[in-house]
């Protein structure tokens, strides 16, 4: 056997082993690749449990990073590579759409939520929420706690209302401007605030705080929590989005407390 016929056979084998495990790689990347959720603080538990649920049928793993609507869609702006978007409001959603970072027709309104006021469990407060409760007289020397109203939904909600109802401009001065809803609880679950606002959902999954009162709806906007591909999604990040939307997904959301949108 001559050397060429050697050198031949040895790039013929290269070939055949390259080629062979980039088409493996290619067969198997479907399998592996996961999708990047960008979800609202409050809906950290919930896409945890809709990613297992979709995970089981779909194969595909979910990764899930909480934070509030308005810090996560700065990232996606600033270019993060996210998949979805699960916003706990209707702006910041429309932020990015104006922005075109979004897929075109698949934005959909998922759930609901309702704004409540909380204290720590073992707090004696009461009160009935209407126009001009005395909230000032209720959080004694103390702060209330929610997310900056200037950015975060909640703090948003919780303006509203409390402008709604007369009573802002007494505790304005007073509030704890968290960055998201779920570092807001934990100030009342510490007792670090003794009054706070925060989503019913959020409420009820911490054993350390109690609701006082919910807000009525008419106090602030309806609290719409919307889902919408970016425009670098994949086929299986439309897969998740499919499943969200689903009936299948319902009992996932009532299980912690979230209405349908419509």
């Known amino acids: 056997m001559s050397r060429r016929t050697t050198v031949r056979g040895l790039l ?33 538990d919930v896409v945890e ?34 998949d979805v978007f699960f916003s706990a409001d209707l702006e910041w959603i429309d932020y990015l759409d104006q922005r075109k970072l979004l897929r075109p027709g698949s934005r959909r309104d998922v759930v609901r939520n309702r704004l409540v006021l909380v204290a720590p469990a073992d707090s004696k407060v009461s009160v009935k929420i209407a126009p001009g409760f005395d909230l000032v007289k209720m959080l004694g020397d103390g702060k209330l706690a929610t997310g900056d109203p200037d950015s975060v ?32 609880l934990a100030f009342v679950a510490r007792g670090e605030a003794p009054l706070g606002i925060v989503y019913r959902t959020d409420a009820l999954a911490e054993k350390r705080v109690r609701i006082v009162d919910v807000f009525p709806e008419d106090s602030h906007p309806p609290i719409i929590y919307p889902i919408a591909l970016t425009t670098r999604a994949g ?7 499919d499943f969200v939307t689903s009936d299948a997904a319902q009992p996932i959301f009532r299980k912690y407390g979230f209405q349908p949108a419509h």
């Open 12 to 44: 013929a084998w290269l070939c055949v082993a390259f080629f062979g495990v980039a088409g493996g790689s290619a067969g198997a990347a479907p399998e592996t690749q996961s999708i990047l959720v960008f979800d609202a603080a409050s809906l950290t």
């Open 49 to 82: 449990d809709l990613g297992k649920g979709f995970t089981e049928r779909a194969h595909v793993p979910v990764k899930s990073s909480p934070a509030a609507s308005s810090a996560l869609a700065r990232q996606i702006e600033a270019g993060a590579g996210a």
């Open 153 to 184: 939904p909640v703090g948003k909600y919780a303006h509203a209302a409390l402008e709604k109802l007369g009573v802002w401009n007494s505790v304005s001065g007073r509030i704890v401007r968290a960055e998201n809803v779920r570092s807001a």
């Open 235 to 241: 086929p299986a990040a439309q897969r998740f989005l």
